[in-house]
């Protein structure tokens, strides 16, 4: 419930904050803010953040979707880049959200590179990614932070697509595989370019996400991604070429491919999470 007390920031709030910071921008860090309330609030909802939830968000900006999870989380941490905007975050809450404000925690750090998070165990994530820190960044927190549950990502239209795109795909890759080895992950809906500021030049989406054991248990992540990378180096090329120096040889990788019940002619694209993890399975294999 938000409070009489509290509120979000709208196109005006933005600016103001950005020319009181003498704030500019950076295209090479992907800073564009939403400022529209209606659009933190829907991914709140989406979020489905609870009551007794302790929320990560990544790339909290100015604080227009910070201020949206106050009200509905117990406690946000807030992992911001950015060591300007990471200073002027709490501020921002105080002012606008100030039966709230000591809700919030703010690190700055790289998301993508943060060892460990402060305080007690996150459960849902809650981030806006640029274009080329979208799969580090969630990937790293997937496989760092184990209390993640679930959550939502803001991304470019092309990373959500390629995200969550099924196998024969022509988008399905690297990062489609690997990300569904920690997770169920879904398109959950377009975001306009007109919600940002500055406006960006594509289209953004929001991907969710659940957290699902991995589906092979045997097979640690580094043997699966070794598989994966393999395969998708020459993806053009027949599975039993395109593993053969993984496996140590043709023949060894076509001997592995059909222990593994998967045909040595099909290519990596055609290809689940499910059927890599049994050839890093049957890889592991002696002989």
């Known amino acids: ?21 003498d704030f500019r921008p950076s295209k090479r860090l992907g800073q564009n803010f939403v400022i529209d309330p209606g659009t933190v609030r829907r991914i709140v ?9 302790h929320v990560l968000e990544v790339g909290p900006g100015l604080g227009s979707l910070t201020l949206a999870l106050l009200p509905a989380a117990r406690r946000v941490l807030a992992v ?12 921002t809450a105080a002012s606008m959200a100030p039966g709230l404000a000591s809700r919030l925690e703010v690190v700055t750090a790289d998301a993508a590179r943060v060892p460990s998070l402060p305080g007690e165990p996150v459960s849902v994530l809650v981030a806006n990614l640029p ?7 969630l990937l790293h927190l997937l496989d760092t932070v184990p209390s993640l549950v679930r959550g939502v990502v803001m991304v470019q239209a092309e ?14 890759g690297v990062p489609t595989v690997k990300l569904a080895w920690f997770a169920q992950l879904r398109r959950a809906g377009p975001v306009p370019r007109t ?35 393999a395969a998708f180096a020459q993806r053009r090329k027949m599975l039993r070429s395109a593993i053969s120096s993984w496996a140590g040889s043709p023949a060894r990788a076509e001997r592995i491919l059909r222990e593994a019940g998967v045909d040595p002619a099909a290519r990596a ?8 993890a049994a050839i890093a399975l049957a890889g592991a294999q002696p002989g």
């Open 1 to 21: 419930m938000i409070v009489a007390s509290h509120r979000l920031l709208g196109a005006a709030d933005v600016r103001e904050i950005a020319a009181r910071l």
């Open 45 to 53: 909802t989406i979020a489905g953040v609870q009551p007794d939830d």
């Open 80 to 91: 911001e880049i950015d060591p300007v905007l990471a200073a002027e975050l709490p501020r």
């Open 131 to 137: 274009y080329n820190a979208a799969v580090p960044v």
């Open 159 to 172: 990373v959500a697509a390629r995200m969550t795109a099924p196998p024969g795909n022509r988008v399905y």
């Open 195 to 229: 919600v940002f500021w500055p406006v960006p030049r594509v289209e953004s989406g929001l991907v969710a996400f659940t957290r699902h054991e991995p589906p092979v248990p045997e097979v640690t992540r580094q043997q699966l991604f070794a598989v994966i990378d």
């Open 269 to 276: 694209e055609s290809l689940g999470v499910v059927e890599f």
